[in-house]
């Protein structure tokens, strides 16, 4: 596998060693395909680390952004034997870091063309300014399992429930459509957002939530960082919090970098 290749989709190699991978995402609002991370396999734990590499804004309607694609880096994955990383110091990440930034500034200069002024949603899909409302409708990623089979949209059966707009997109809010499909909306969880376990292999999609009609209107952009942790590879006596800081702390230091959408 490349590891400098930077893309909107990238598939996990398939190797017995590594037992978890360290990928950089960033999601611009205007792309109804998201993201693709492919090659997941069954059991394999999705956590979002809202620790570091997590900002962003989007606007959901009366905007514009170029047309550019998403971007997904492996930032770095942990091997079983002698528990060695792919790149085991910030030199060696040196040529992915700047294979990354060159892609993740692209986005961020489109994302800044125009003013993101309207119907404006953090990741969470809360309105920074405003209200301070969490929208029902639009804005925040949802994370689309393998079970989803692709991006999942905003219609009467996928959106939250109406007690999210004042406490967020808990799961409770979830709708039995999502949920059924192993798959959820992120929300405020320290250290990490975990969506779960996947039951099938297969892609996951990372996307902004909206209508599958209406991202042309939309601008601005996400970036995360995902941890994916194969418990089938996992060393016994490490806890899945123990491969979380493992992977959380690696390298690169220098971070997924700033949008500097926040609101």
């Known amino acids: 596998m490349d590891g400098l290749t930077i893309g909107s989709s990238l598939s996990l190699p398939d190797d017995a060693g590594i037992y978890a991978f360290k990928l950089w995402v960033v999601v611009p609002a205007n792309q109804p395909t998201g993201v693709l991370i492919d090659a997941l396999q069954t059991n394999d734990q999705v956590i979002v680390n809202q620790t570091k590499n997590f900002n962003g ?34 030199t060696a990440a040196t040529p992915f870091v700047n294979a990354w930034s060159q892609a993740f500034d692209a986005i961020k200069q489109a994302a800044k063309q125009n003013k993101i002024e309207h119907k404006r949603r953090n990741v969470f899909g809360k309105d920074p300014g405003g209200d301070k409302k969490y929208a029902l409708d639009e804005g925040g990623v949802i994370l689309c399992m393998p079970e989803a089979a692709g991006p999942i949209y905003s219609n009467k059966d996928t959106r939250p429930a109406s ?30 957002f975990i969506v779960g376990g996947a039951t099938r292999p297969g892609g996951l999609v990372v996307v902004a939530f909206d209508e599958g009609n209406a991202f042309n209107d939309n601008n601005g952009a996400y970036a995360m960082e995902v941890i994916i942790i194969r418990s089938s590879n996992s060393p016994a006596g490490m806890t899945q919090s123990d491969i979380f800081d493992r992977m959380s702390n690696a390298p690169p230091l220098s971070g997924i970098g700033d949008l500097g959408l926040n609101g």
């Open 57 to 90: 804004l989007a606007a959901f309607t009366k905007s514009k952004m170029p047309d550019i694609a998403g971007i997904v880096g492996m930032a770095n994955y942990v091997r079983n034997r002698g528990n060695s990383l792919l790149y085991p110091d910030q």
């Open 163 to 192: 007690g999210s707009k004042d406490n967020g997109r808990l799961p409770k809010y979830w709708p039995e459509r999502v949920k059924q499909l192993n798959s959820g909306f992120l929300y405020k969880s320290l250290p990490g």
